[in-house]
């Protein structure tokens, strides 16, 4: 439960590091089943085995394979870039679930900047040169179960 807190705690820490958007929005329907709406310039991204957390979304920003939301994405566009926050649940271990994204990350260009590891959770942030980043905090809970926090920024 510690773990969890700690966890909670420093990605809203990393949110509010990301800077601000006058422009939240939390959508009502289900983000992942509206980004099967892609049109050729917003495509899924099969090779990476998850669908984008958001329209538009970058292949960082997408859902870990086989994981499930917790509750709806939160989006938002400021001037900093669209971005967002989804909170989701997985099968896998934290150390894969961070290995994973820092793996997304690095093929889209971003650099890590962050990584943490203490008692069961895991952290790990990366930016790119025009404001895109990524920031993936993953932790073991009570039911074998990874509970993992993701919050990104497009960049402009």
Not at 61 to 86: E, F, H, K, R, W
Not at 97 to 109: D, F, K, M, N, T
Not at 127 to 143: M, P
Request: glycine share 8%; hydrophobic share 40%.
């Amino acid at each position: 439960m510690l773990t969890a807190v700690a966890a909670s705690a420093l990605c809203a820490t990393l949110l509010a590091a990301c800077g601000g958007s006058s422009d939240r929005q939390e959508t009502d329907s289900d983000p992942v089943a509206e980004a099967d709406l892609h049109t050729e310039n917003d495509p899924v991204h099969p090779e990476h085995g998850g669908k984008p957390l958001a329209t538009g979304a970058p292949v960082f920003a997408s859902l870990y394979p086989d994981a499930t939301l917790d509750q709806p994405v939160i989006v938002a566009d400021g001037s900093d870039g669209p971005g967002g926050m989804a909170e989701f649940t997985t099968a896998a271990t934290p150390d894969d679930v961070i290995s994973h994204y820092r793996r997304l990350a690095s093929e889209a260009g971003l650099k890590p900047v962050m990584a943490m590891n203490q008692g069961n959770a895991r952290a790990f942030a990366a930016l790119g040169a025009t404001g895109a980043e990524v920031q993936v905090v993953a932790s073991r809970d009570e039911n074998e179960a990874t509970s993992v926090q993701l919050t990104w920024k497009d960049g402009r």
